[in-house]
């Protein structure tokens, strides 16, 4: 299959349509525009709907009545968005109905800027959500990648009847690469719904009884089995959905966690590294929820440090050091502020960790 060469929101949002979504409801907020955009005259094409929403708050719970009833729901904002999002996300968890959201996220708090971030990492991991609720969080490195986690994270949403979260930046969202796009899956009509979603809300004509979809469940002991029945469901994507890649580990001094944008960055770093003699190595985490932890057993005993690499003030780092499980000294190299450090930067501030703990 050829490659053609998109931006990365319009592939984002091109891959959503392939992946068979029905609905998308927006909001403008940058660095994302392009995505609502480019779904308001291509959505329609697919035979989807395209609906912009008065505001986040409005687009998330739109999404969580159209999935309610089976459609294929995708939604995407930045990192404020996401903020109100935050209520919506937990209810359509609480409910087990399956939307996916992008959050092409740039620097913070608050409004912030419009330049790329990572700062959102306790957001999506943590949640702002009330209550017992876990949602799958995957954070591509390219659009590439990101292409295929949107096309796939419908199936994941479905499976486990969960919201799933992917992670980008404002970065990947406004730059172009050259993208394979996969094939496209039709948008399911009532009566498939009525066969693979027999909880949906479709009308007692597709089926026998009457479904309700709802989150309020006023008996303690009804409550708590539900939760319990959820956190079965977050137990079994602990073993599943865990993805990571791995490069240069076999002896390594110094080794570097990253993802997204950050990891291409530690990359280049990694080949400056070698230049000068150190030999470093990189463990990319994909989900950041469930967090892998398995990577850091590949680790060898050359490694001296581990040096959490993050567009934030250190939000992962907590994760890392939990993997590392006190095994090797954990770093951090950070900036914030929409800063994106160059990977001489980075080799320098790597070069500093390593003779600290050296003690030299």
């Known amino acids: ?8 929101n319009e592939a984002f949002a091109e891959a959503a349509i392939r992946a068979g979504c029905s609905c998308y409801f927006g909001y403008p907020i940058t660095p994302q525009n392009e995505i609502p955009e480019y779904m308001s005259h291509e959505l329609a094409k697919a035979g989807g709907k395209f609906i912009q929403a008065e505001s986040e708050l409005a687009a998330v719970n739109m999404a969580y009545g159209a999935a309610a009833s089976g459609g294929r729901a995708f939604i995407s904002t930045s990192s404020p968005g996401l903020a109100l999002m ?8 609480s409910c087990e109905v399956p939307i996916v959201a992008l959050n092409v996220s740039r620097g913070g708090p608050g409004v912030g800027g419009i ?34 986690l949107i096309y796939s994270a419908f199936d994941i949403a479905e499976e486990y009847r969960n919201p799933v979260v992917i992670f980008a930046d404002g ?43 709802f989150s309020l469940r006023l008996q303690p002991d009804v409550l708590e089995a539900h939760v319990e029945h959820m956190f079965e469901k977050y137990a079994r994507a602990e073993r599943e959905l865990v993805r ?6 076999e002896g390594a001094e110094i080794v570097f966690v ?40 590949e ?21 890392v050091k939990n993997a590392a499980a006190g095994r090797w000294p954990v770093r951090l190299i950070s900036r914030t502020g929409g800063v994106v450090p160059s990977s001489l930067e980075i080799v320098d501030r790597a070069l500093k960790h390593l003779q600290e703990v050296q003690g030299k």
């Open 258 to 297: 990253a993802f997204g944008t950050m990891s291409r960055l530690c990359a280049e770093a990694i080949e400056l590294l070698a230049e000068k003699g150190v030999k470093a190595g990189l463990i990319r985490p994909i989900s950041l929820w469930p967090f892998p932890d398995a990577a850091f057993d």
């Open 86 to 93: 935050q209520e919506g996300l937990g209810f359509t968890a």
């Open 115 to 148: 330049q790329p971030g990572q700062a959102d990492y306790f957001q999506v991991t943590r949640g702002g959500y009330n209550g017992d609720v876990r949602i799958p969080v995957f954070a591509p490195s390219g659009i590439q990648e990101c292409v295929d």
């Open 299 to 319: 680790i060898g005993p050359e490694a001296k440090v581990l040096i959490s690499t993050e567009l934030s003030m250190g939000q992962m780092i907590q994760d």
């Open 244 to 249: 990571y890649s791995t490069s240069n580990l």
């Open 171 to 213: 970065m990947m969202g406004q730059m172009m690469e050259p993208v394979e796009l996969p094939p496209k899956k039709p948008i399911a009509d009532d009566a498939e719904i009525a066969r693979t979603k027999p909880w949906a809300i479709t009308g007692t004509d597709a089926h026998e009884g009457r479904n309700v979809v």
């Open 1 to 8: 299959m050829s490659k053609v060469l998109m931006k990365g």
